[in-house]
């Protein structure tokens, strides 16, 4: 379906509390979708500062939905009622019923995020992370709340995809599900269940098309330019898989391809231009460079 015939919010049912922890672009596009459709949605950060960026960037972003007609001005001021950024990650969770964790993909970073605020969320709390590759399944059994620990893998950018892919640990409960559906299902996204397997159904194939991309520039087959045209008009991709990779962040994209390495094998290796690239802090459109210059 395209995008732009889809309404940009969803409107849930049910008003919940949701906390969103990490607001890099994917944190910052989650909150704007949750507090959008209905929900009271609070922010946090551990960097300083950032949190409230990130309110003020889904202000902006509100605003210019506005200015296209996407959506109303009393939609826009009840948003921003409902949303605000927490001083620190255990107040921001205090009560929430769900807790969002879209922090870097590192599995010590996210456990030492969600550890400590799981004393403070609603009982019951449904406990999600964002993660496009981690086990869901390692996640709730360190966290000792298997049962109650989801994935909510949303894509980038989250205001405009369509998809959450809701992902089943191996003791995730089917209470935990079908919660999770109904709360997907009211952001205005389309939820696919998926078994927690390495990569789950989506990243899975998104990388190998992004590393492979990147293993024909080392080679010379084309440029960055042609390799994405062949995809976008040939296939009929509404990106190619270089532009697709600096809109995500050549970091996330290594950190993934590391991970289905060690998970799943050499498919999945790394190209030497990634690393390069990465290690020169050329992450793509966030850092203004990645395999094209976003000025
Ligand atoms: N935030 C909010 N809205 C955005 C946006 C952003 N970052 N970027 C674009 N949009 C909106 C635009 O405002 C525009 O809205 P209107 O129709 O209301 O004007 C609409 O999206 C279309 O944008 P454009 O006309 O500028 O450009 P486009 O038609 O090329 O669409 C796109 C942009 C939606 C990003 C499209 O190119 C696309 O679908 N690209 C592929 C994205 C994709 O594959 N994402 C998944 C990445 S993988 C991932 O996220 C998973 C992971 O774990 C790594």
């Known amino acids: 379906?395209?995008?732009?015939?889809?309404?940009?919010?969803?409107?849930?049912?049910?008003?919940?509390?949701?906390?969103?922890?990490?607001?890099g672009t994917m944190g910052q596009g989650i909150a704007q979708v949750v507090a959008t459709s209905g929900h009271t949605t609070r922010v946090f950060d551990a960097v300083d500062g950032r949190a409230i960026k990130a309110v003020k960037g889904i202000a902006e972003q509100l605003e210019k939905l506005v200015a296209k007609g996407k959506i109303t001005h009393d939609l826009r001021a009840a948003t921003l009622n409902r949303l605000s950024a927490g001083t620190s990650a255990r107040d921001a969770c205090a009560g929430a019923d769900v807790v969002i964790e879209a922090v870097p993909e590192d599995m010590k970073l996210k456990l030492e995020v969600l550890q400590p605020v799981l004393e403070v969320l609603a009982p019951k709390a449904l406990v999600a992370t964002n993660t496009s590759s981690l086990s869901i399944t390692e996640l709730g059994a360190r966290l000792g709340v298997p049962d109650r620990t989801v994935g909510l893998h949303f894509f980038n950018p989250p205001p405009v995809m369509e998809l959450v892919e809701v992902v089943r640990g191996l003791s995730t409960s089917e209470e935990t599900i079908s919660r999770s559906l109904d709360f997907v299902r009211g952001l205005g996204k389309t939820p696919i269940v998926v078994r927690d397997v390495p990569g789950f159904a989506t990243s899975r194939l998104g990388v190998i098309l992004g590393a492979e991309a990147m293993r024909m520039l080392e080679?010379?087959?084309?440029?960055?330019?042609?390799?994405?045209?062949?995809?976008?008009?040939?296939?009929?991709?509404?990106?190619?898989?270089?532009?697709?990779?600096?809109?995500?962040?050549?970091?996330?994209?290594?950190?993934?391809?590391?991970?289905?390495?060690r998970e799943i094998g050499e498919q999945?290796?790394?190209?030497?231009?990634?690393?390069?690239?990465?290690?020169a802090g050329k992450l793509g459109k966030k850092s203004g460079e990645g395999f094209y210059k976003w000025v």
């Open 219 to 261: 080679m010379g087959v084309a440029s960055a330019t042609d390799i994405d045209r062949g995809m976008e008009l040939g296939y009929r991709h509404p990106m190619g898989p270089l532009k697709l990779t600096d809109l995500v962040g050549l970091d996330v994209r290594l950190a993934i391809l590391e991970h289905l390495q």
């Open 1 to 23: 379906a395209d995008p732009k015939k889809n309404p940009p919010t969803g409107t849930a049912t049910v008003s919940l509390t949701v906390t969103v922890i990490g607001t």
């Open 268 to 279: 999945f290796r790394p190209p030497a231009i990634l690393r390069a690239m990465v290690r």
